[in-house]
């Protein structure tokens, strides 16, 4: 089946403008969740959602950065007033129903944002 | 404050040896752990994972070991294969929510 796609795959903005990343998750999966990979980092943790709950956004590091997800499917990261500091790769990732014993999260290819 | 840490950025084996991927934690309110393995321009696809109420769990190839008391885990590959050259994350699930912390990855490069 089809697993995690973003879009688009690689976007090169000017400082100061701003830009929207995309995911689709799985189908199905009620779980989505934002990372960022910094160049030579570790994958930072910035929002999670759960179903109709309200979205867990305590990795996210400024209020230029925020996220949507509309009918519990389709998630859209928005980074306001971009700075050289968000160049990373945005990966997102989707998961089943919590409580299945199912930890496992399904990545994308991530989108590689570069700020000039 | 990085609550999961992989103090090895690299790591190199020979083919059909051992590789030995480590990760330590600082928190205790961890209740479950996943390694993640990710090749180049692909997200990263999960290996294997352990409860912390589990102290190994196996799967073919790979043997994740978990010490409460050191808040330490490892991944084993054995024998280890060119296709597992990769970077290994590790992942801790906070308990309680279902919020992850991951390592900084370990780069594994199996030579032929």
Not at chain 1, 18 to 43: F, K, M, N
Not at chain 2, 31 to 58: M, Q, R, V
Not at chain 2, 80 to 103: E, H, L, M, N, R
Request: hydrophobic share 30%; with cysteine.
């Amino acid at each position: 089946g089809a697993g995690v796609s973003q879009s688009p795959s690689n976007k090169v903005t000017e400082k100061g403008k701003d830009v929207e990343l995309r995911c689709d998750p799985i189908s199905g999966h009620t779980a989505l969740y934002w990372y960022r990979q910094s160049l030579g980092q570790g994958l930072e943790f910035l929002i999670y959602f759960q179903g109709n709950s309200a979205p867990d956004k305590s990795g996210l590091p400024s209020d230029r950065f925020s996220a949507e997800r509309t009918g519990g499917s389709v998630s859209t990261l928005t980074i306001q007033r971009t700075q050289q500091e968000d160049s990373a790769v945005y990966l997102c990732a989707s998961s089943p129903q919590p409580g299945t014993g199912n930890y496992e999260q399904y990545f994308g290819p991530g989108t590689r944002l570069t700020v000039t | 404050d990085q609550q999961v840490k992989q103090n090895s950025p690299s790591l190199s084996v020979q083919e059909g040896r051992i590789s030995i991927l480590n990760c330590d934690y600082t928190n205790s309110m961890f209740d479950y752990f996943l390694w993640y393995k990710k090749y180049p321009a692909e997200g990263p696809t999960f290996l294997i994972s352990i409860s912390s109420i589990k102290d190994k769990n196996e799967d073919g190839r790979f043997t994740v070991f978990l010490n409460k008391s050191a808040k330490h885990l490892s991944l084993h590959i054995v024998p280890s294969q060119p296709g597992d050259s990769a970077v290994y994350f590790c992942a801790a699930k906070v308990s309680g929510t279902y919020k992850y912390i991951f390592g900084t990855g370990t780069r594994l490069k199996v030579l032929a």
